[in-house]
Every structure is written in structure tokens, then in C-alpha cells.
């Protein structure tokens, strides 16, 4: 790999897509949730429309070693740097190849100090392992949000027994509820079904959320008409698993998971609360679970939010964190300013 580290800051979505396949490769060699990938971010920048798209790519030689997916957008009187994908996505963070990541982050902090059309940084939602926790940014890091994660066992029956007593009698109930409708089927969405799929999880999503009196963030077109776009990639490339639970003709649940490597992403869900009786959000859960258990996965992230059923898996809270800066602060740039790594 060359030694020298070539920067370029790309304004416009077709830029974008023309990396797609150099961006998708950095995306294997480092640490990364779906929230990073093409497939999820060109699919935001497509149904958002951002107007300043400001990504800083950083190079050495051909290959793609560093990505910074940012943007600018007024609020009040500032101008905000930001992470692109913002709202929708759990998890916000750069790209950066892990053999060289002290010079990638360094030079792309050389690049966020030229630009000049911002007036304060605002990165939010970032994960506990984010490469800016490592830098000294992380001073000025404070808590944004809590998501919740379990890690998983090896076998089904771990699983039960890590839950509670009260939590192991809701699964056997809830199963015993279902088979005396005459069973349940868990169903899988492919190529061909996604559409469906995503018609169910949006109708029961608003049903859950109607309630408490509330829309939810599906009412918004933008949102829908991003899901209907990046699901068909999303599971293409392996990352998307969407589950839905029938019996007979009626759906009862839906929910939406990445696969990420060795993490589930529980990212949205919905039932239908005429059914409520039969607990179908637990009886599905408890299936996604024991699918991510027989697929090798180590830890089930159940995302922001605090809803009560996340205490009810036993999951552990998980802070992501926010970095704020004014743009007559100082952004560090020299590399002895850089917490080494």
C-alpha cells in the first residue's frame, strides 16, 4: 500500500454512487454496523435529498482507506457539519481502515478544518468503539443516547435460561397461545416478497404506535420511501432479515434485523394489536433470537429506545455518545494532538 494519503471532498450523490464498490470493500475491512454501508447511506441521500453533501474520501494509492459521510445543514443561524443518515440510523461514525488509522483519522481532520462553510460539528450517535473515542475529540464527548444489547449464548436453551423467570414463562405461554390457534409461521421475505413485507411492518408499526396515541416515525413518507429502496440491496448483500409471524391469513408481527458479521441489529418491529392476546412481538423475538443464535451470532443489539420489553430480554444499556465543536474552536490536526493507537 502506498505510503502517501491522497484527500477529496465529494459534493454530489453521483460521486457517491461512482464509489460504491471501493466503499463497500473499506466497509469489510473495518469495524462497521449497516449504518455505514452504501447500500444504507446512498439510500438516505436518495429519499432526503440533503443539499450539502460534504464526504471527505481519503485514498492511498487506488484503494479507499478512509470515508467520512458528512453533511451540512442550517439550523437557525449555524451551519452544522454533521454525519450523514442522521435520524434513521442507530449508529453514526467514520470509516477508517484499521491498519493506518491514525494517519486516515488525521487527515481527515486536516480536511474538516479547511472546510469553511460550517459553524459548528455536530456528530452524533456515536458507538462505544467509534475511531473518534480514540482521538482528542473524545474530550469533548458527552452521552447522546442509550441503545441496549444482549450477548447471546450458544444454545436455545442458555438463551432461556439467561432470561428471567417471569420473561421464560411469557415464551412458553406465548408459544402455547399460538399452537392453540392452530400454530404460527415464521416466515422469511426474499427478493420477491420484500414489497410485502415492508406493507405489513408499516401497517403494524402505526397500529403499535396508534396505541399511545402516537404516528410513529413510519408516517413519514421520506422514511417509507427509504425502506422501500435500500431493503432490496440491504438483502442482496446479506445484511437484511426481515421476519414475519401468520396465523392463517392474518400477519400478527413483523420485524425488521440487520446481520451485521457477529451482531443482530433489531431495527424496527410491529404487531397487530387485535392479536395482542396471543403476544406475538415475544413469541417472534424469542425465534429471531433463536435464529441468530443457529447462525453464529454473539450479541443481539436491540438499538436506542427505551421501550419496557428490552428489559424484559435482559439487555444491557449501551451509551452512544455525541461530539460537539464550534467553529472557532480548535479541531485538532497534528498527529501528536491524536491519542495514539
Given at each position: 500500500?502506498?505510503s ?5 471532498v465529494?459534493?454530489?450523490s453521483?460521486?457517491l ?17 449497516p ?8 439510500s ?6 440533503p ?15 478512509g ?12 451551519r452544522?457539519?454533521a454525519?450523514?443518515?442522521?435520524g ?9 481502515d484499521?491498519q493506518r ?7 481527515i481532520?486536516?480536511?474538516l478544518?479547511q472546510?469553511?462553510e460550517w459553524?459548528?460539528?455536530?456528530l452524533?450517535?456515536l458507538?462505544?468503539?467509534s475511531?473518534?473515542?480514540r482521538?482528542?475529540l ?11 444489547a444482549l ?6 436453551e442458555e438463551?432461556?435460561?439467561h ?6 414463562a411469557?415464551?412458553?405461554?406465548a ?11 415464521i416466515?422469511l ?21 396508534s ?5 410513529g ?17 440491504l438483502?442482496?448483500?446479506g445484511?437484511?432479515?426481515?421476519y414475519?409471524?401468520?396465523?392463517g ?6 420485524i ?9 441489529f ?12 396471543l ?11 433463536e435464529?441468530a ?5 454473539s ?10 420489553y428490552k428489559?424484559h ?11 460537539q465543536?464550534a467553529r472557532?474552536e ?5 498527529p501528536e494532538?491524536?491519542v495514539?493507537?
Amino acid at each position: 500500500m502506498s505510503s502517501e494519503l491522497h484527500t477529496r471532498v465529494l459534493t454530489q450523490s453521483a460521486e457517491l454512487r461512482d464509489i460504491a464498490t471501493d466503499w463497500d470493500g473499506l466497509c469489510d475491512r473495518c469495524r462497521v454496523t449497516p449504518f455505514q454501508r452504501p447500500e444504507w447511506i446512498l439510500s438516505w441521500v436518495d429519499a432526503f435529498s440533503p443539499q450539502s453533501i460534504r464526504v471527505i474520501e481519503v485514498r492511498s494509492g487506488g484503494t479507499l482507506v478512509g470515508l467520512a459521510p458528512l453533511l451540512i445543514y442550517p439550523r437557525g443561524e449555524d451551519r452544522v457539519l454533521a454525519f450523514m443518515g442522521g435520524g434513521i440510523s442507530d449508529y453514526l461514525d467514520l470509516l477508517v481502515d484499521p491498519q493506518r488509522e491514525h494517519e486516515i483519522v488525521v487527515a481527515i481532520l486536516d480536511v474538516l478544518r479547511q472546510l469553511d462553510e460550517w459553524t459548528t460539528l455536530d456528530l452524533t450517535d456515536l458507538p462505544a468503539g467509534s475511531v473518534l473515542h480514540r482521538t482528542s475529540l473524545t474530550r469533548l464527548a458527552t452521552q447522546h443516547d442509550n441503545c441496549s444489547a444482549l450477548l447471546l449464548p450458544k444454545t436455545r436453551e442458555e438463551l432461556l435460561q439467561h432470561l428471567s423467570k417471569r420473561q421464560r414463562a411469557n415464551v412458553r405461554n406465548a408459544r402455547s397461545r399460538i399452537q392453540r390457534e392452530g400454530g404460527g409461521v415464521i416466515e422469511l421475505a426474499t427478493a420477491d416478497t420484500v414489497p410485502e413485507f415492508l406493507d405489513d411492518l408499516f401497517r403494524l408499526h402505526a397500529s403499535r404506535w396508534s396505541l399511545s396515541g402516537q404516528s410513529g416515525v413510519l408516517a413519514d413518507e421520506n422514511v417509507k420511501a427509504f425502506h422501500r429502496q435500500s431493503a432490496p440491496g440491504l438483502l442482496a448483500r446479506g445484511l437484511l432479515r426481515l421476519y414475519r409471524l401468520r396465523v392463517g391469513r392474518h400477519v400478527l408481527s413483523v420485524i425488521y434485523t440487520l446481520f451485521e458479521r457477529t451482531t443482530v441489529f433489531c431495527y424496527m418491529q410491529g404487531y397487530d394489536p387485535e392479536f395482542g392476546h396471543l403476544s406475538p412481538g415475544t413469541n417472534l423475538m424469542f425465534s429471531v433470537m433463536e435464529d441468530a443464535i443457529r447462525s453464529g451470532i454473539s450479541k443481539f443489539d436491540l438499538l436506542r429506545g427505551q421501550e419496557v420489553y428490552k428489559r424484559h430480554w435482559r439487555a444491557e444499556i449501551e451509551a452512544t455518545h455525541r461530539i460537539q465543536l464550534a467553529r472557532s474552536e480548535t479541531v485538532p490536526a497534528a498527529p501528536e494532538e491524536l491519542v495514539a493507537v
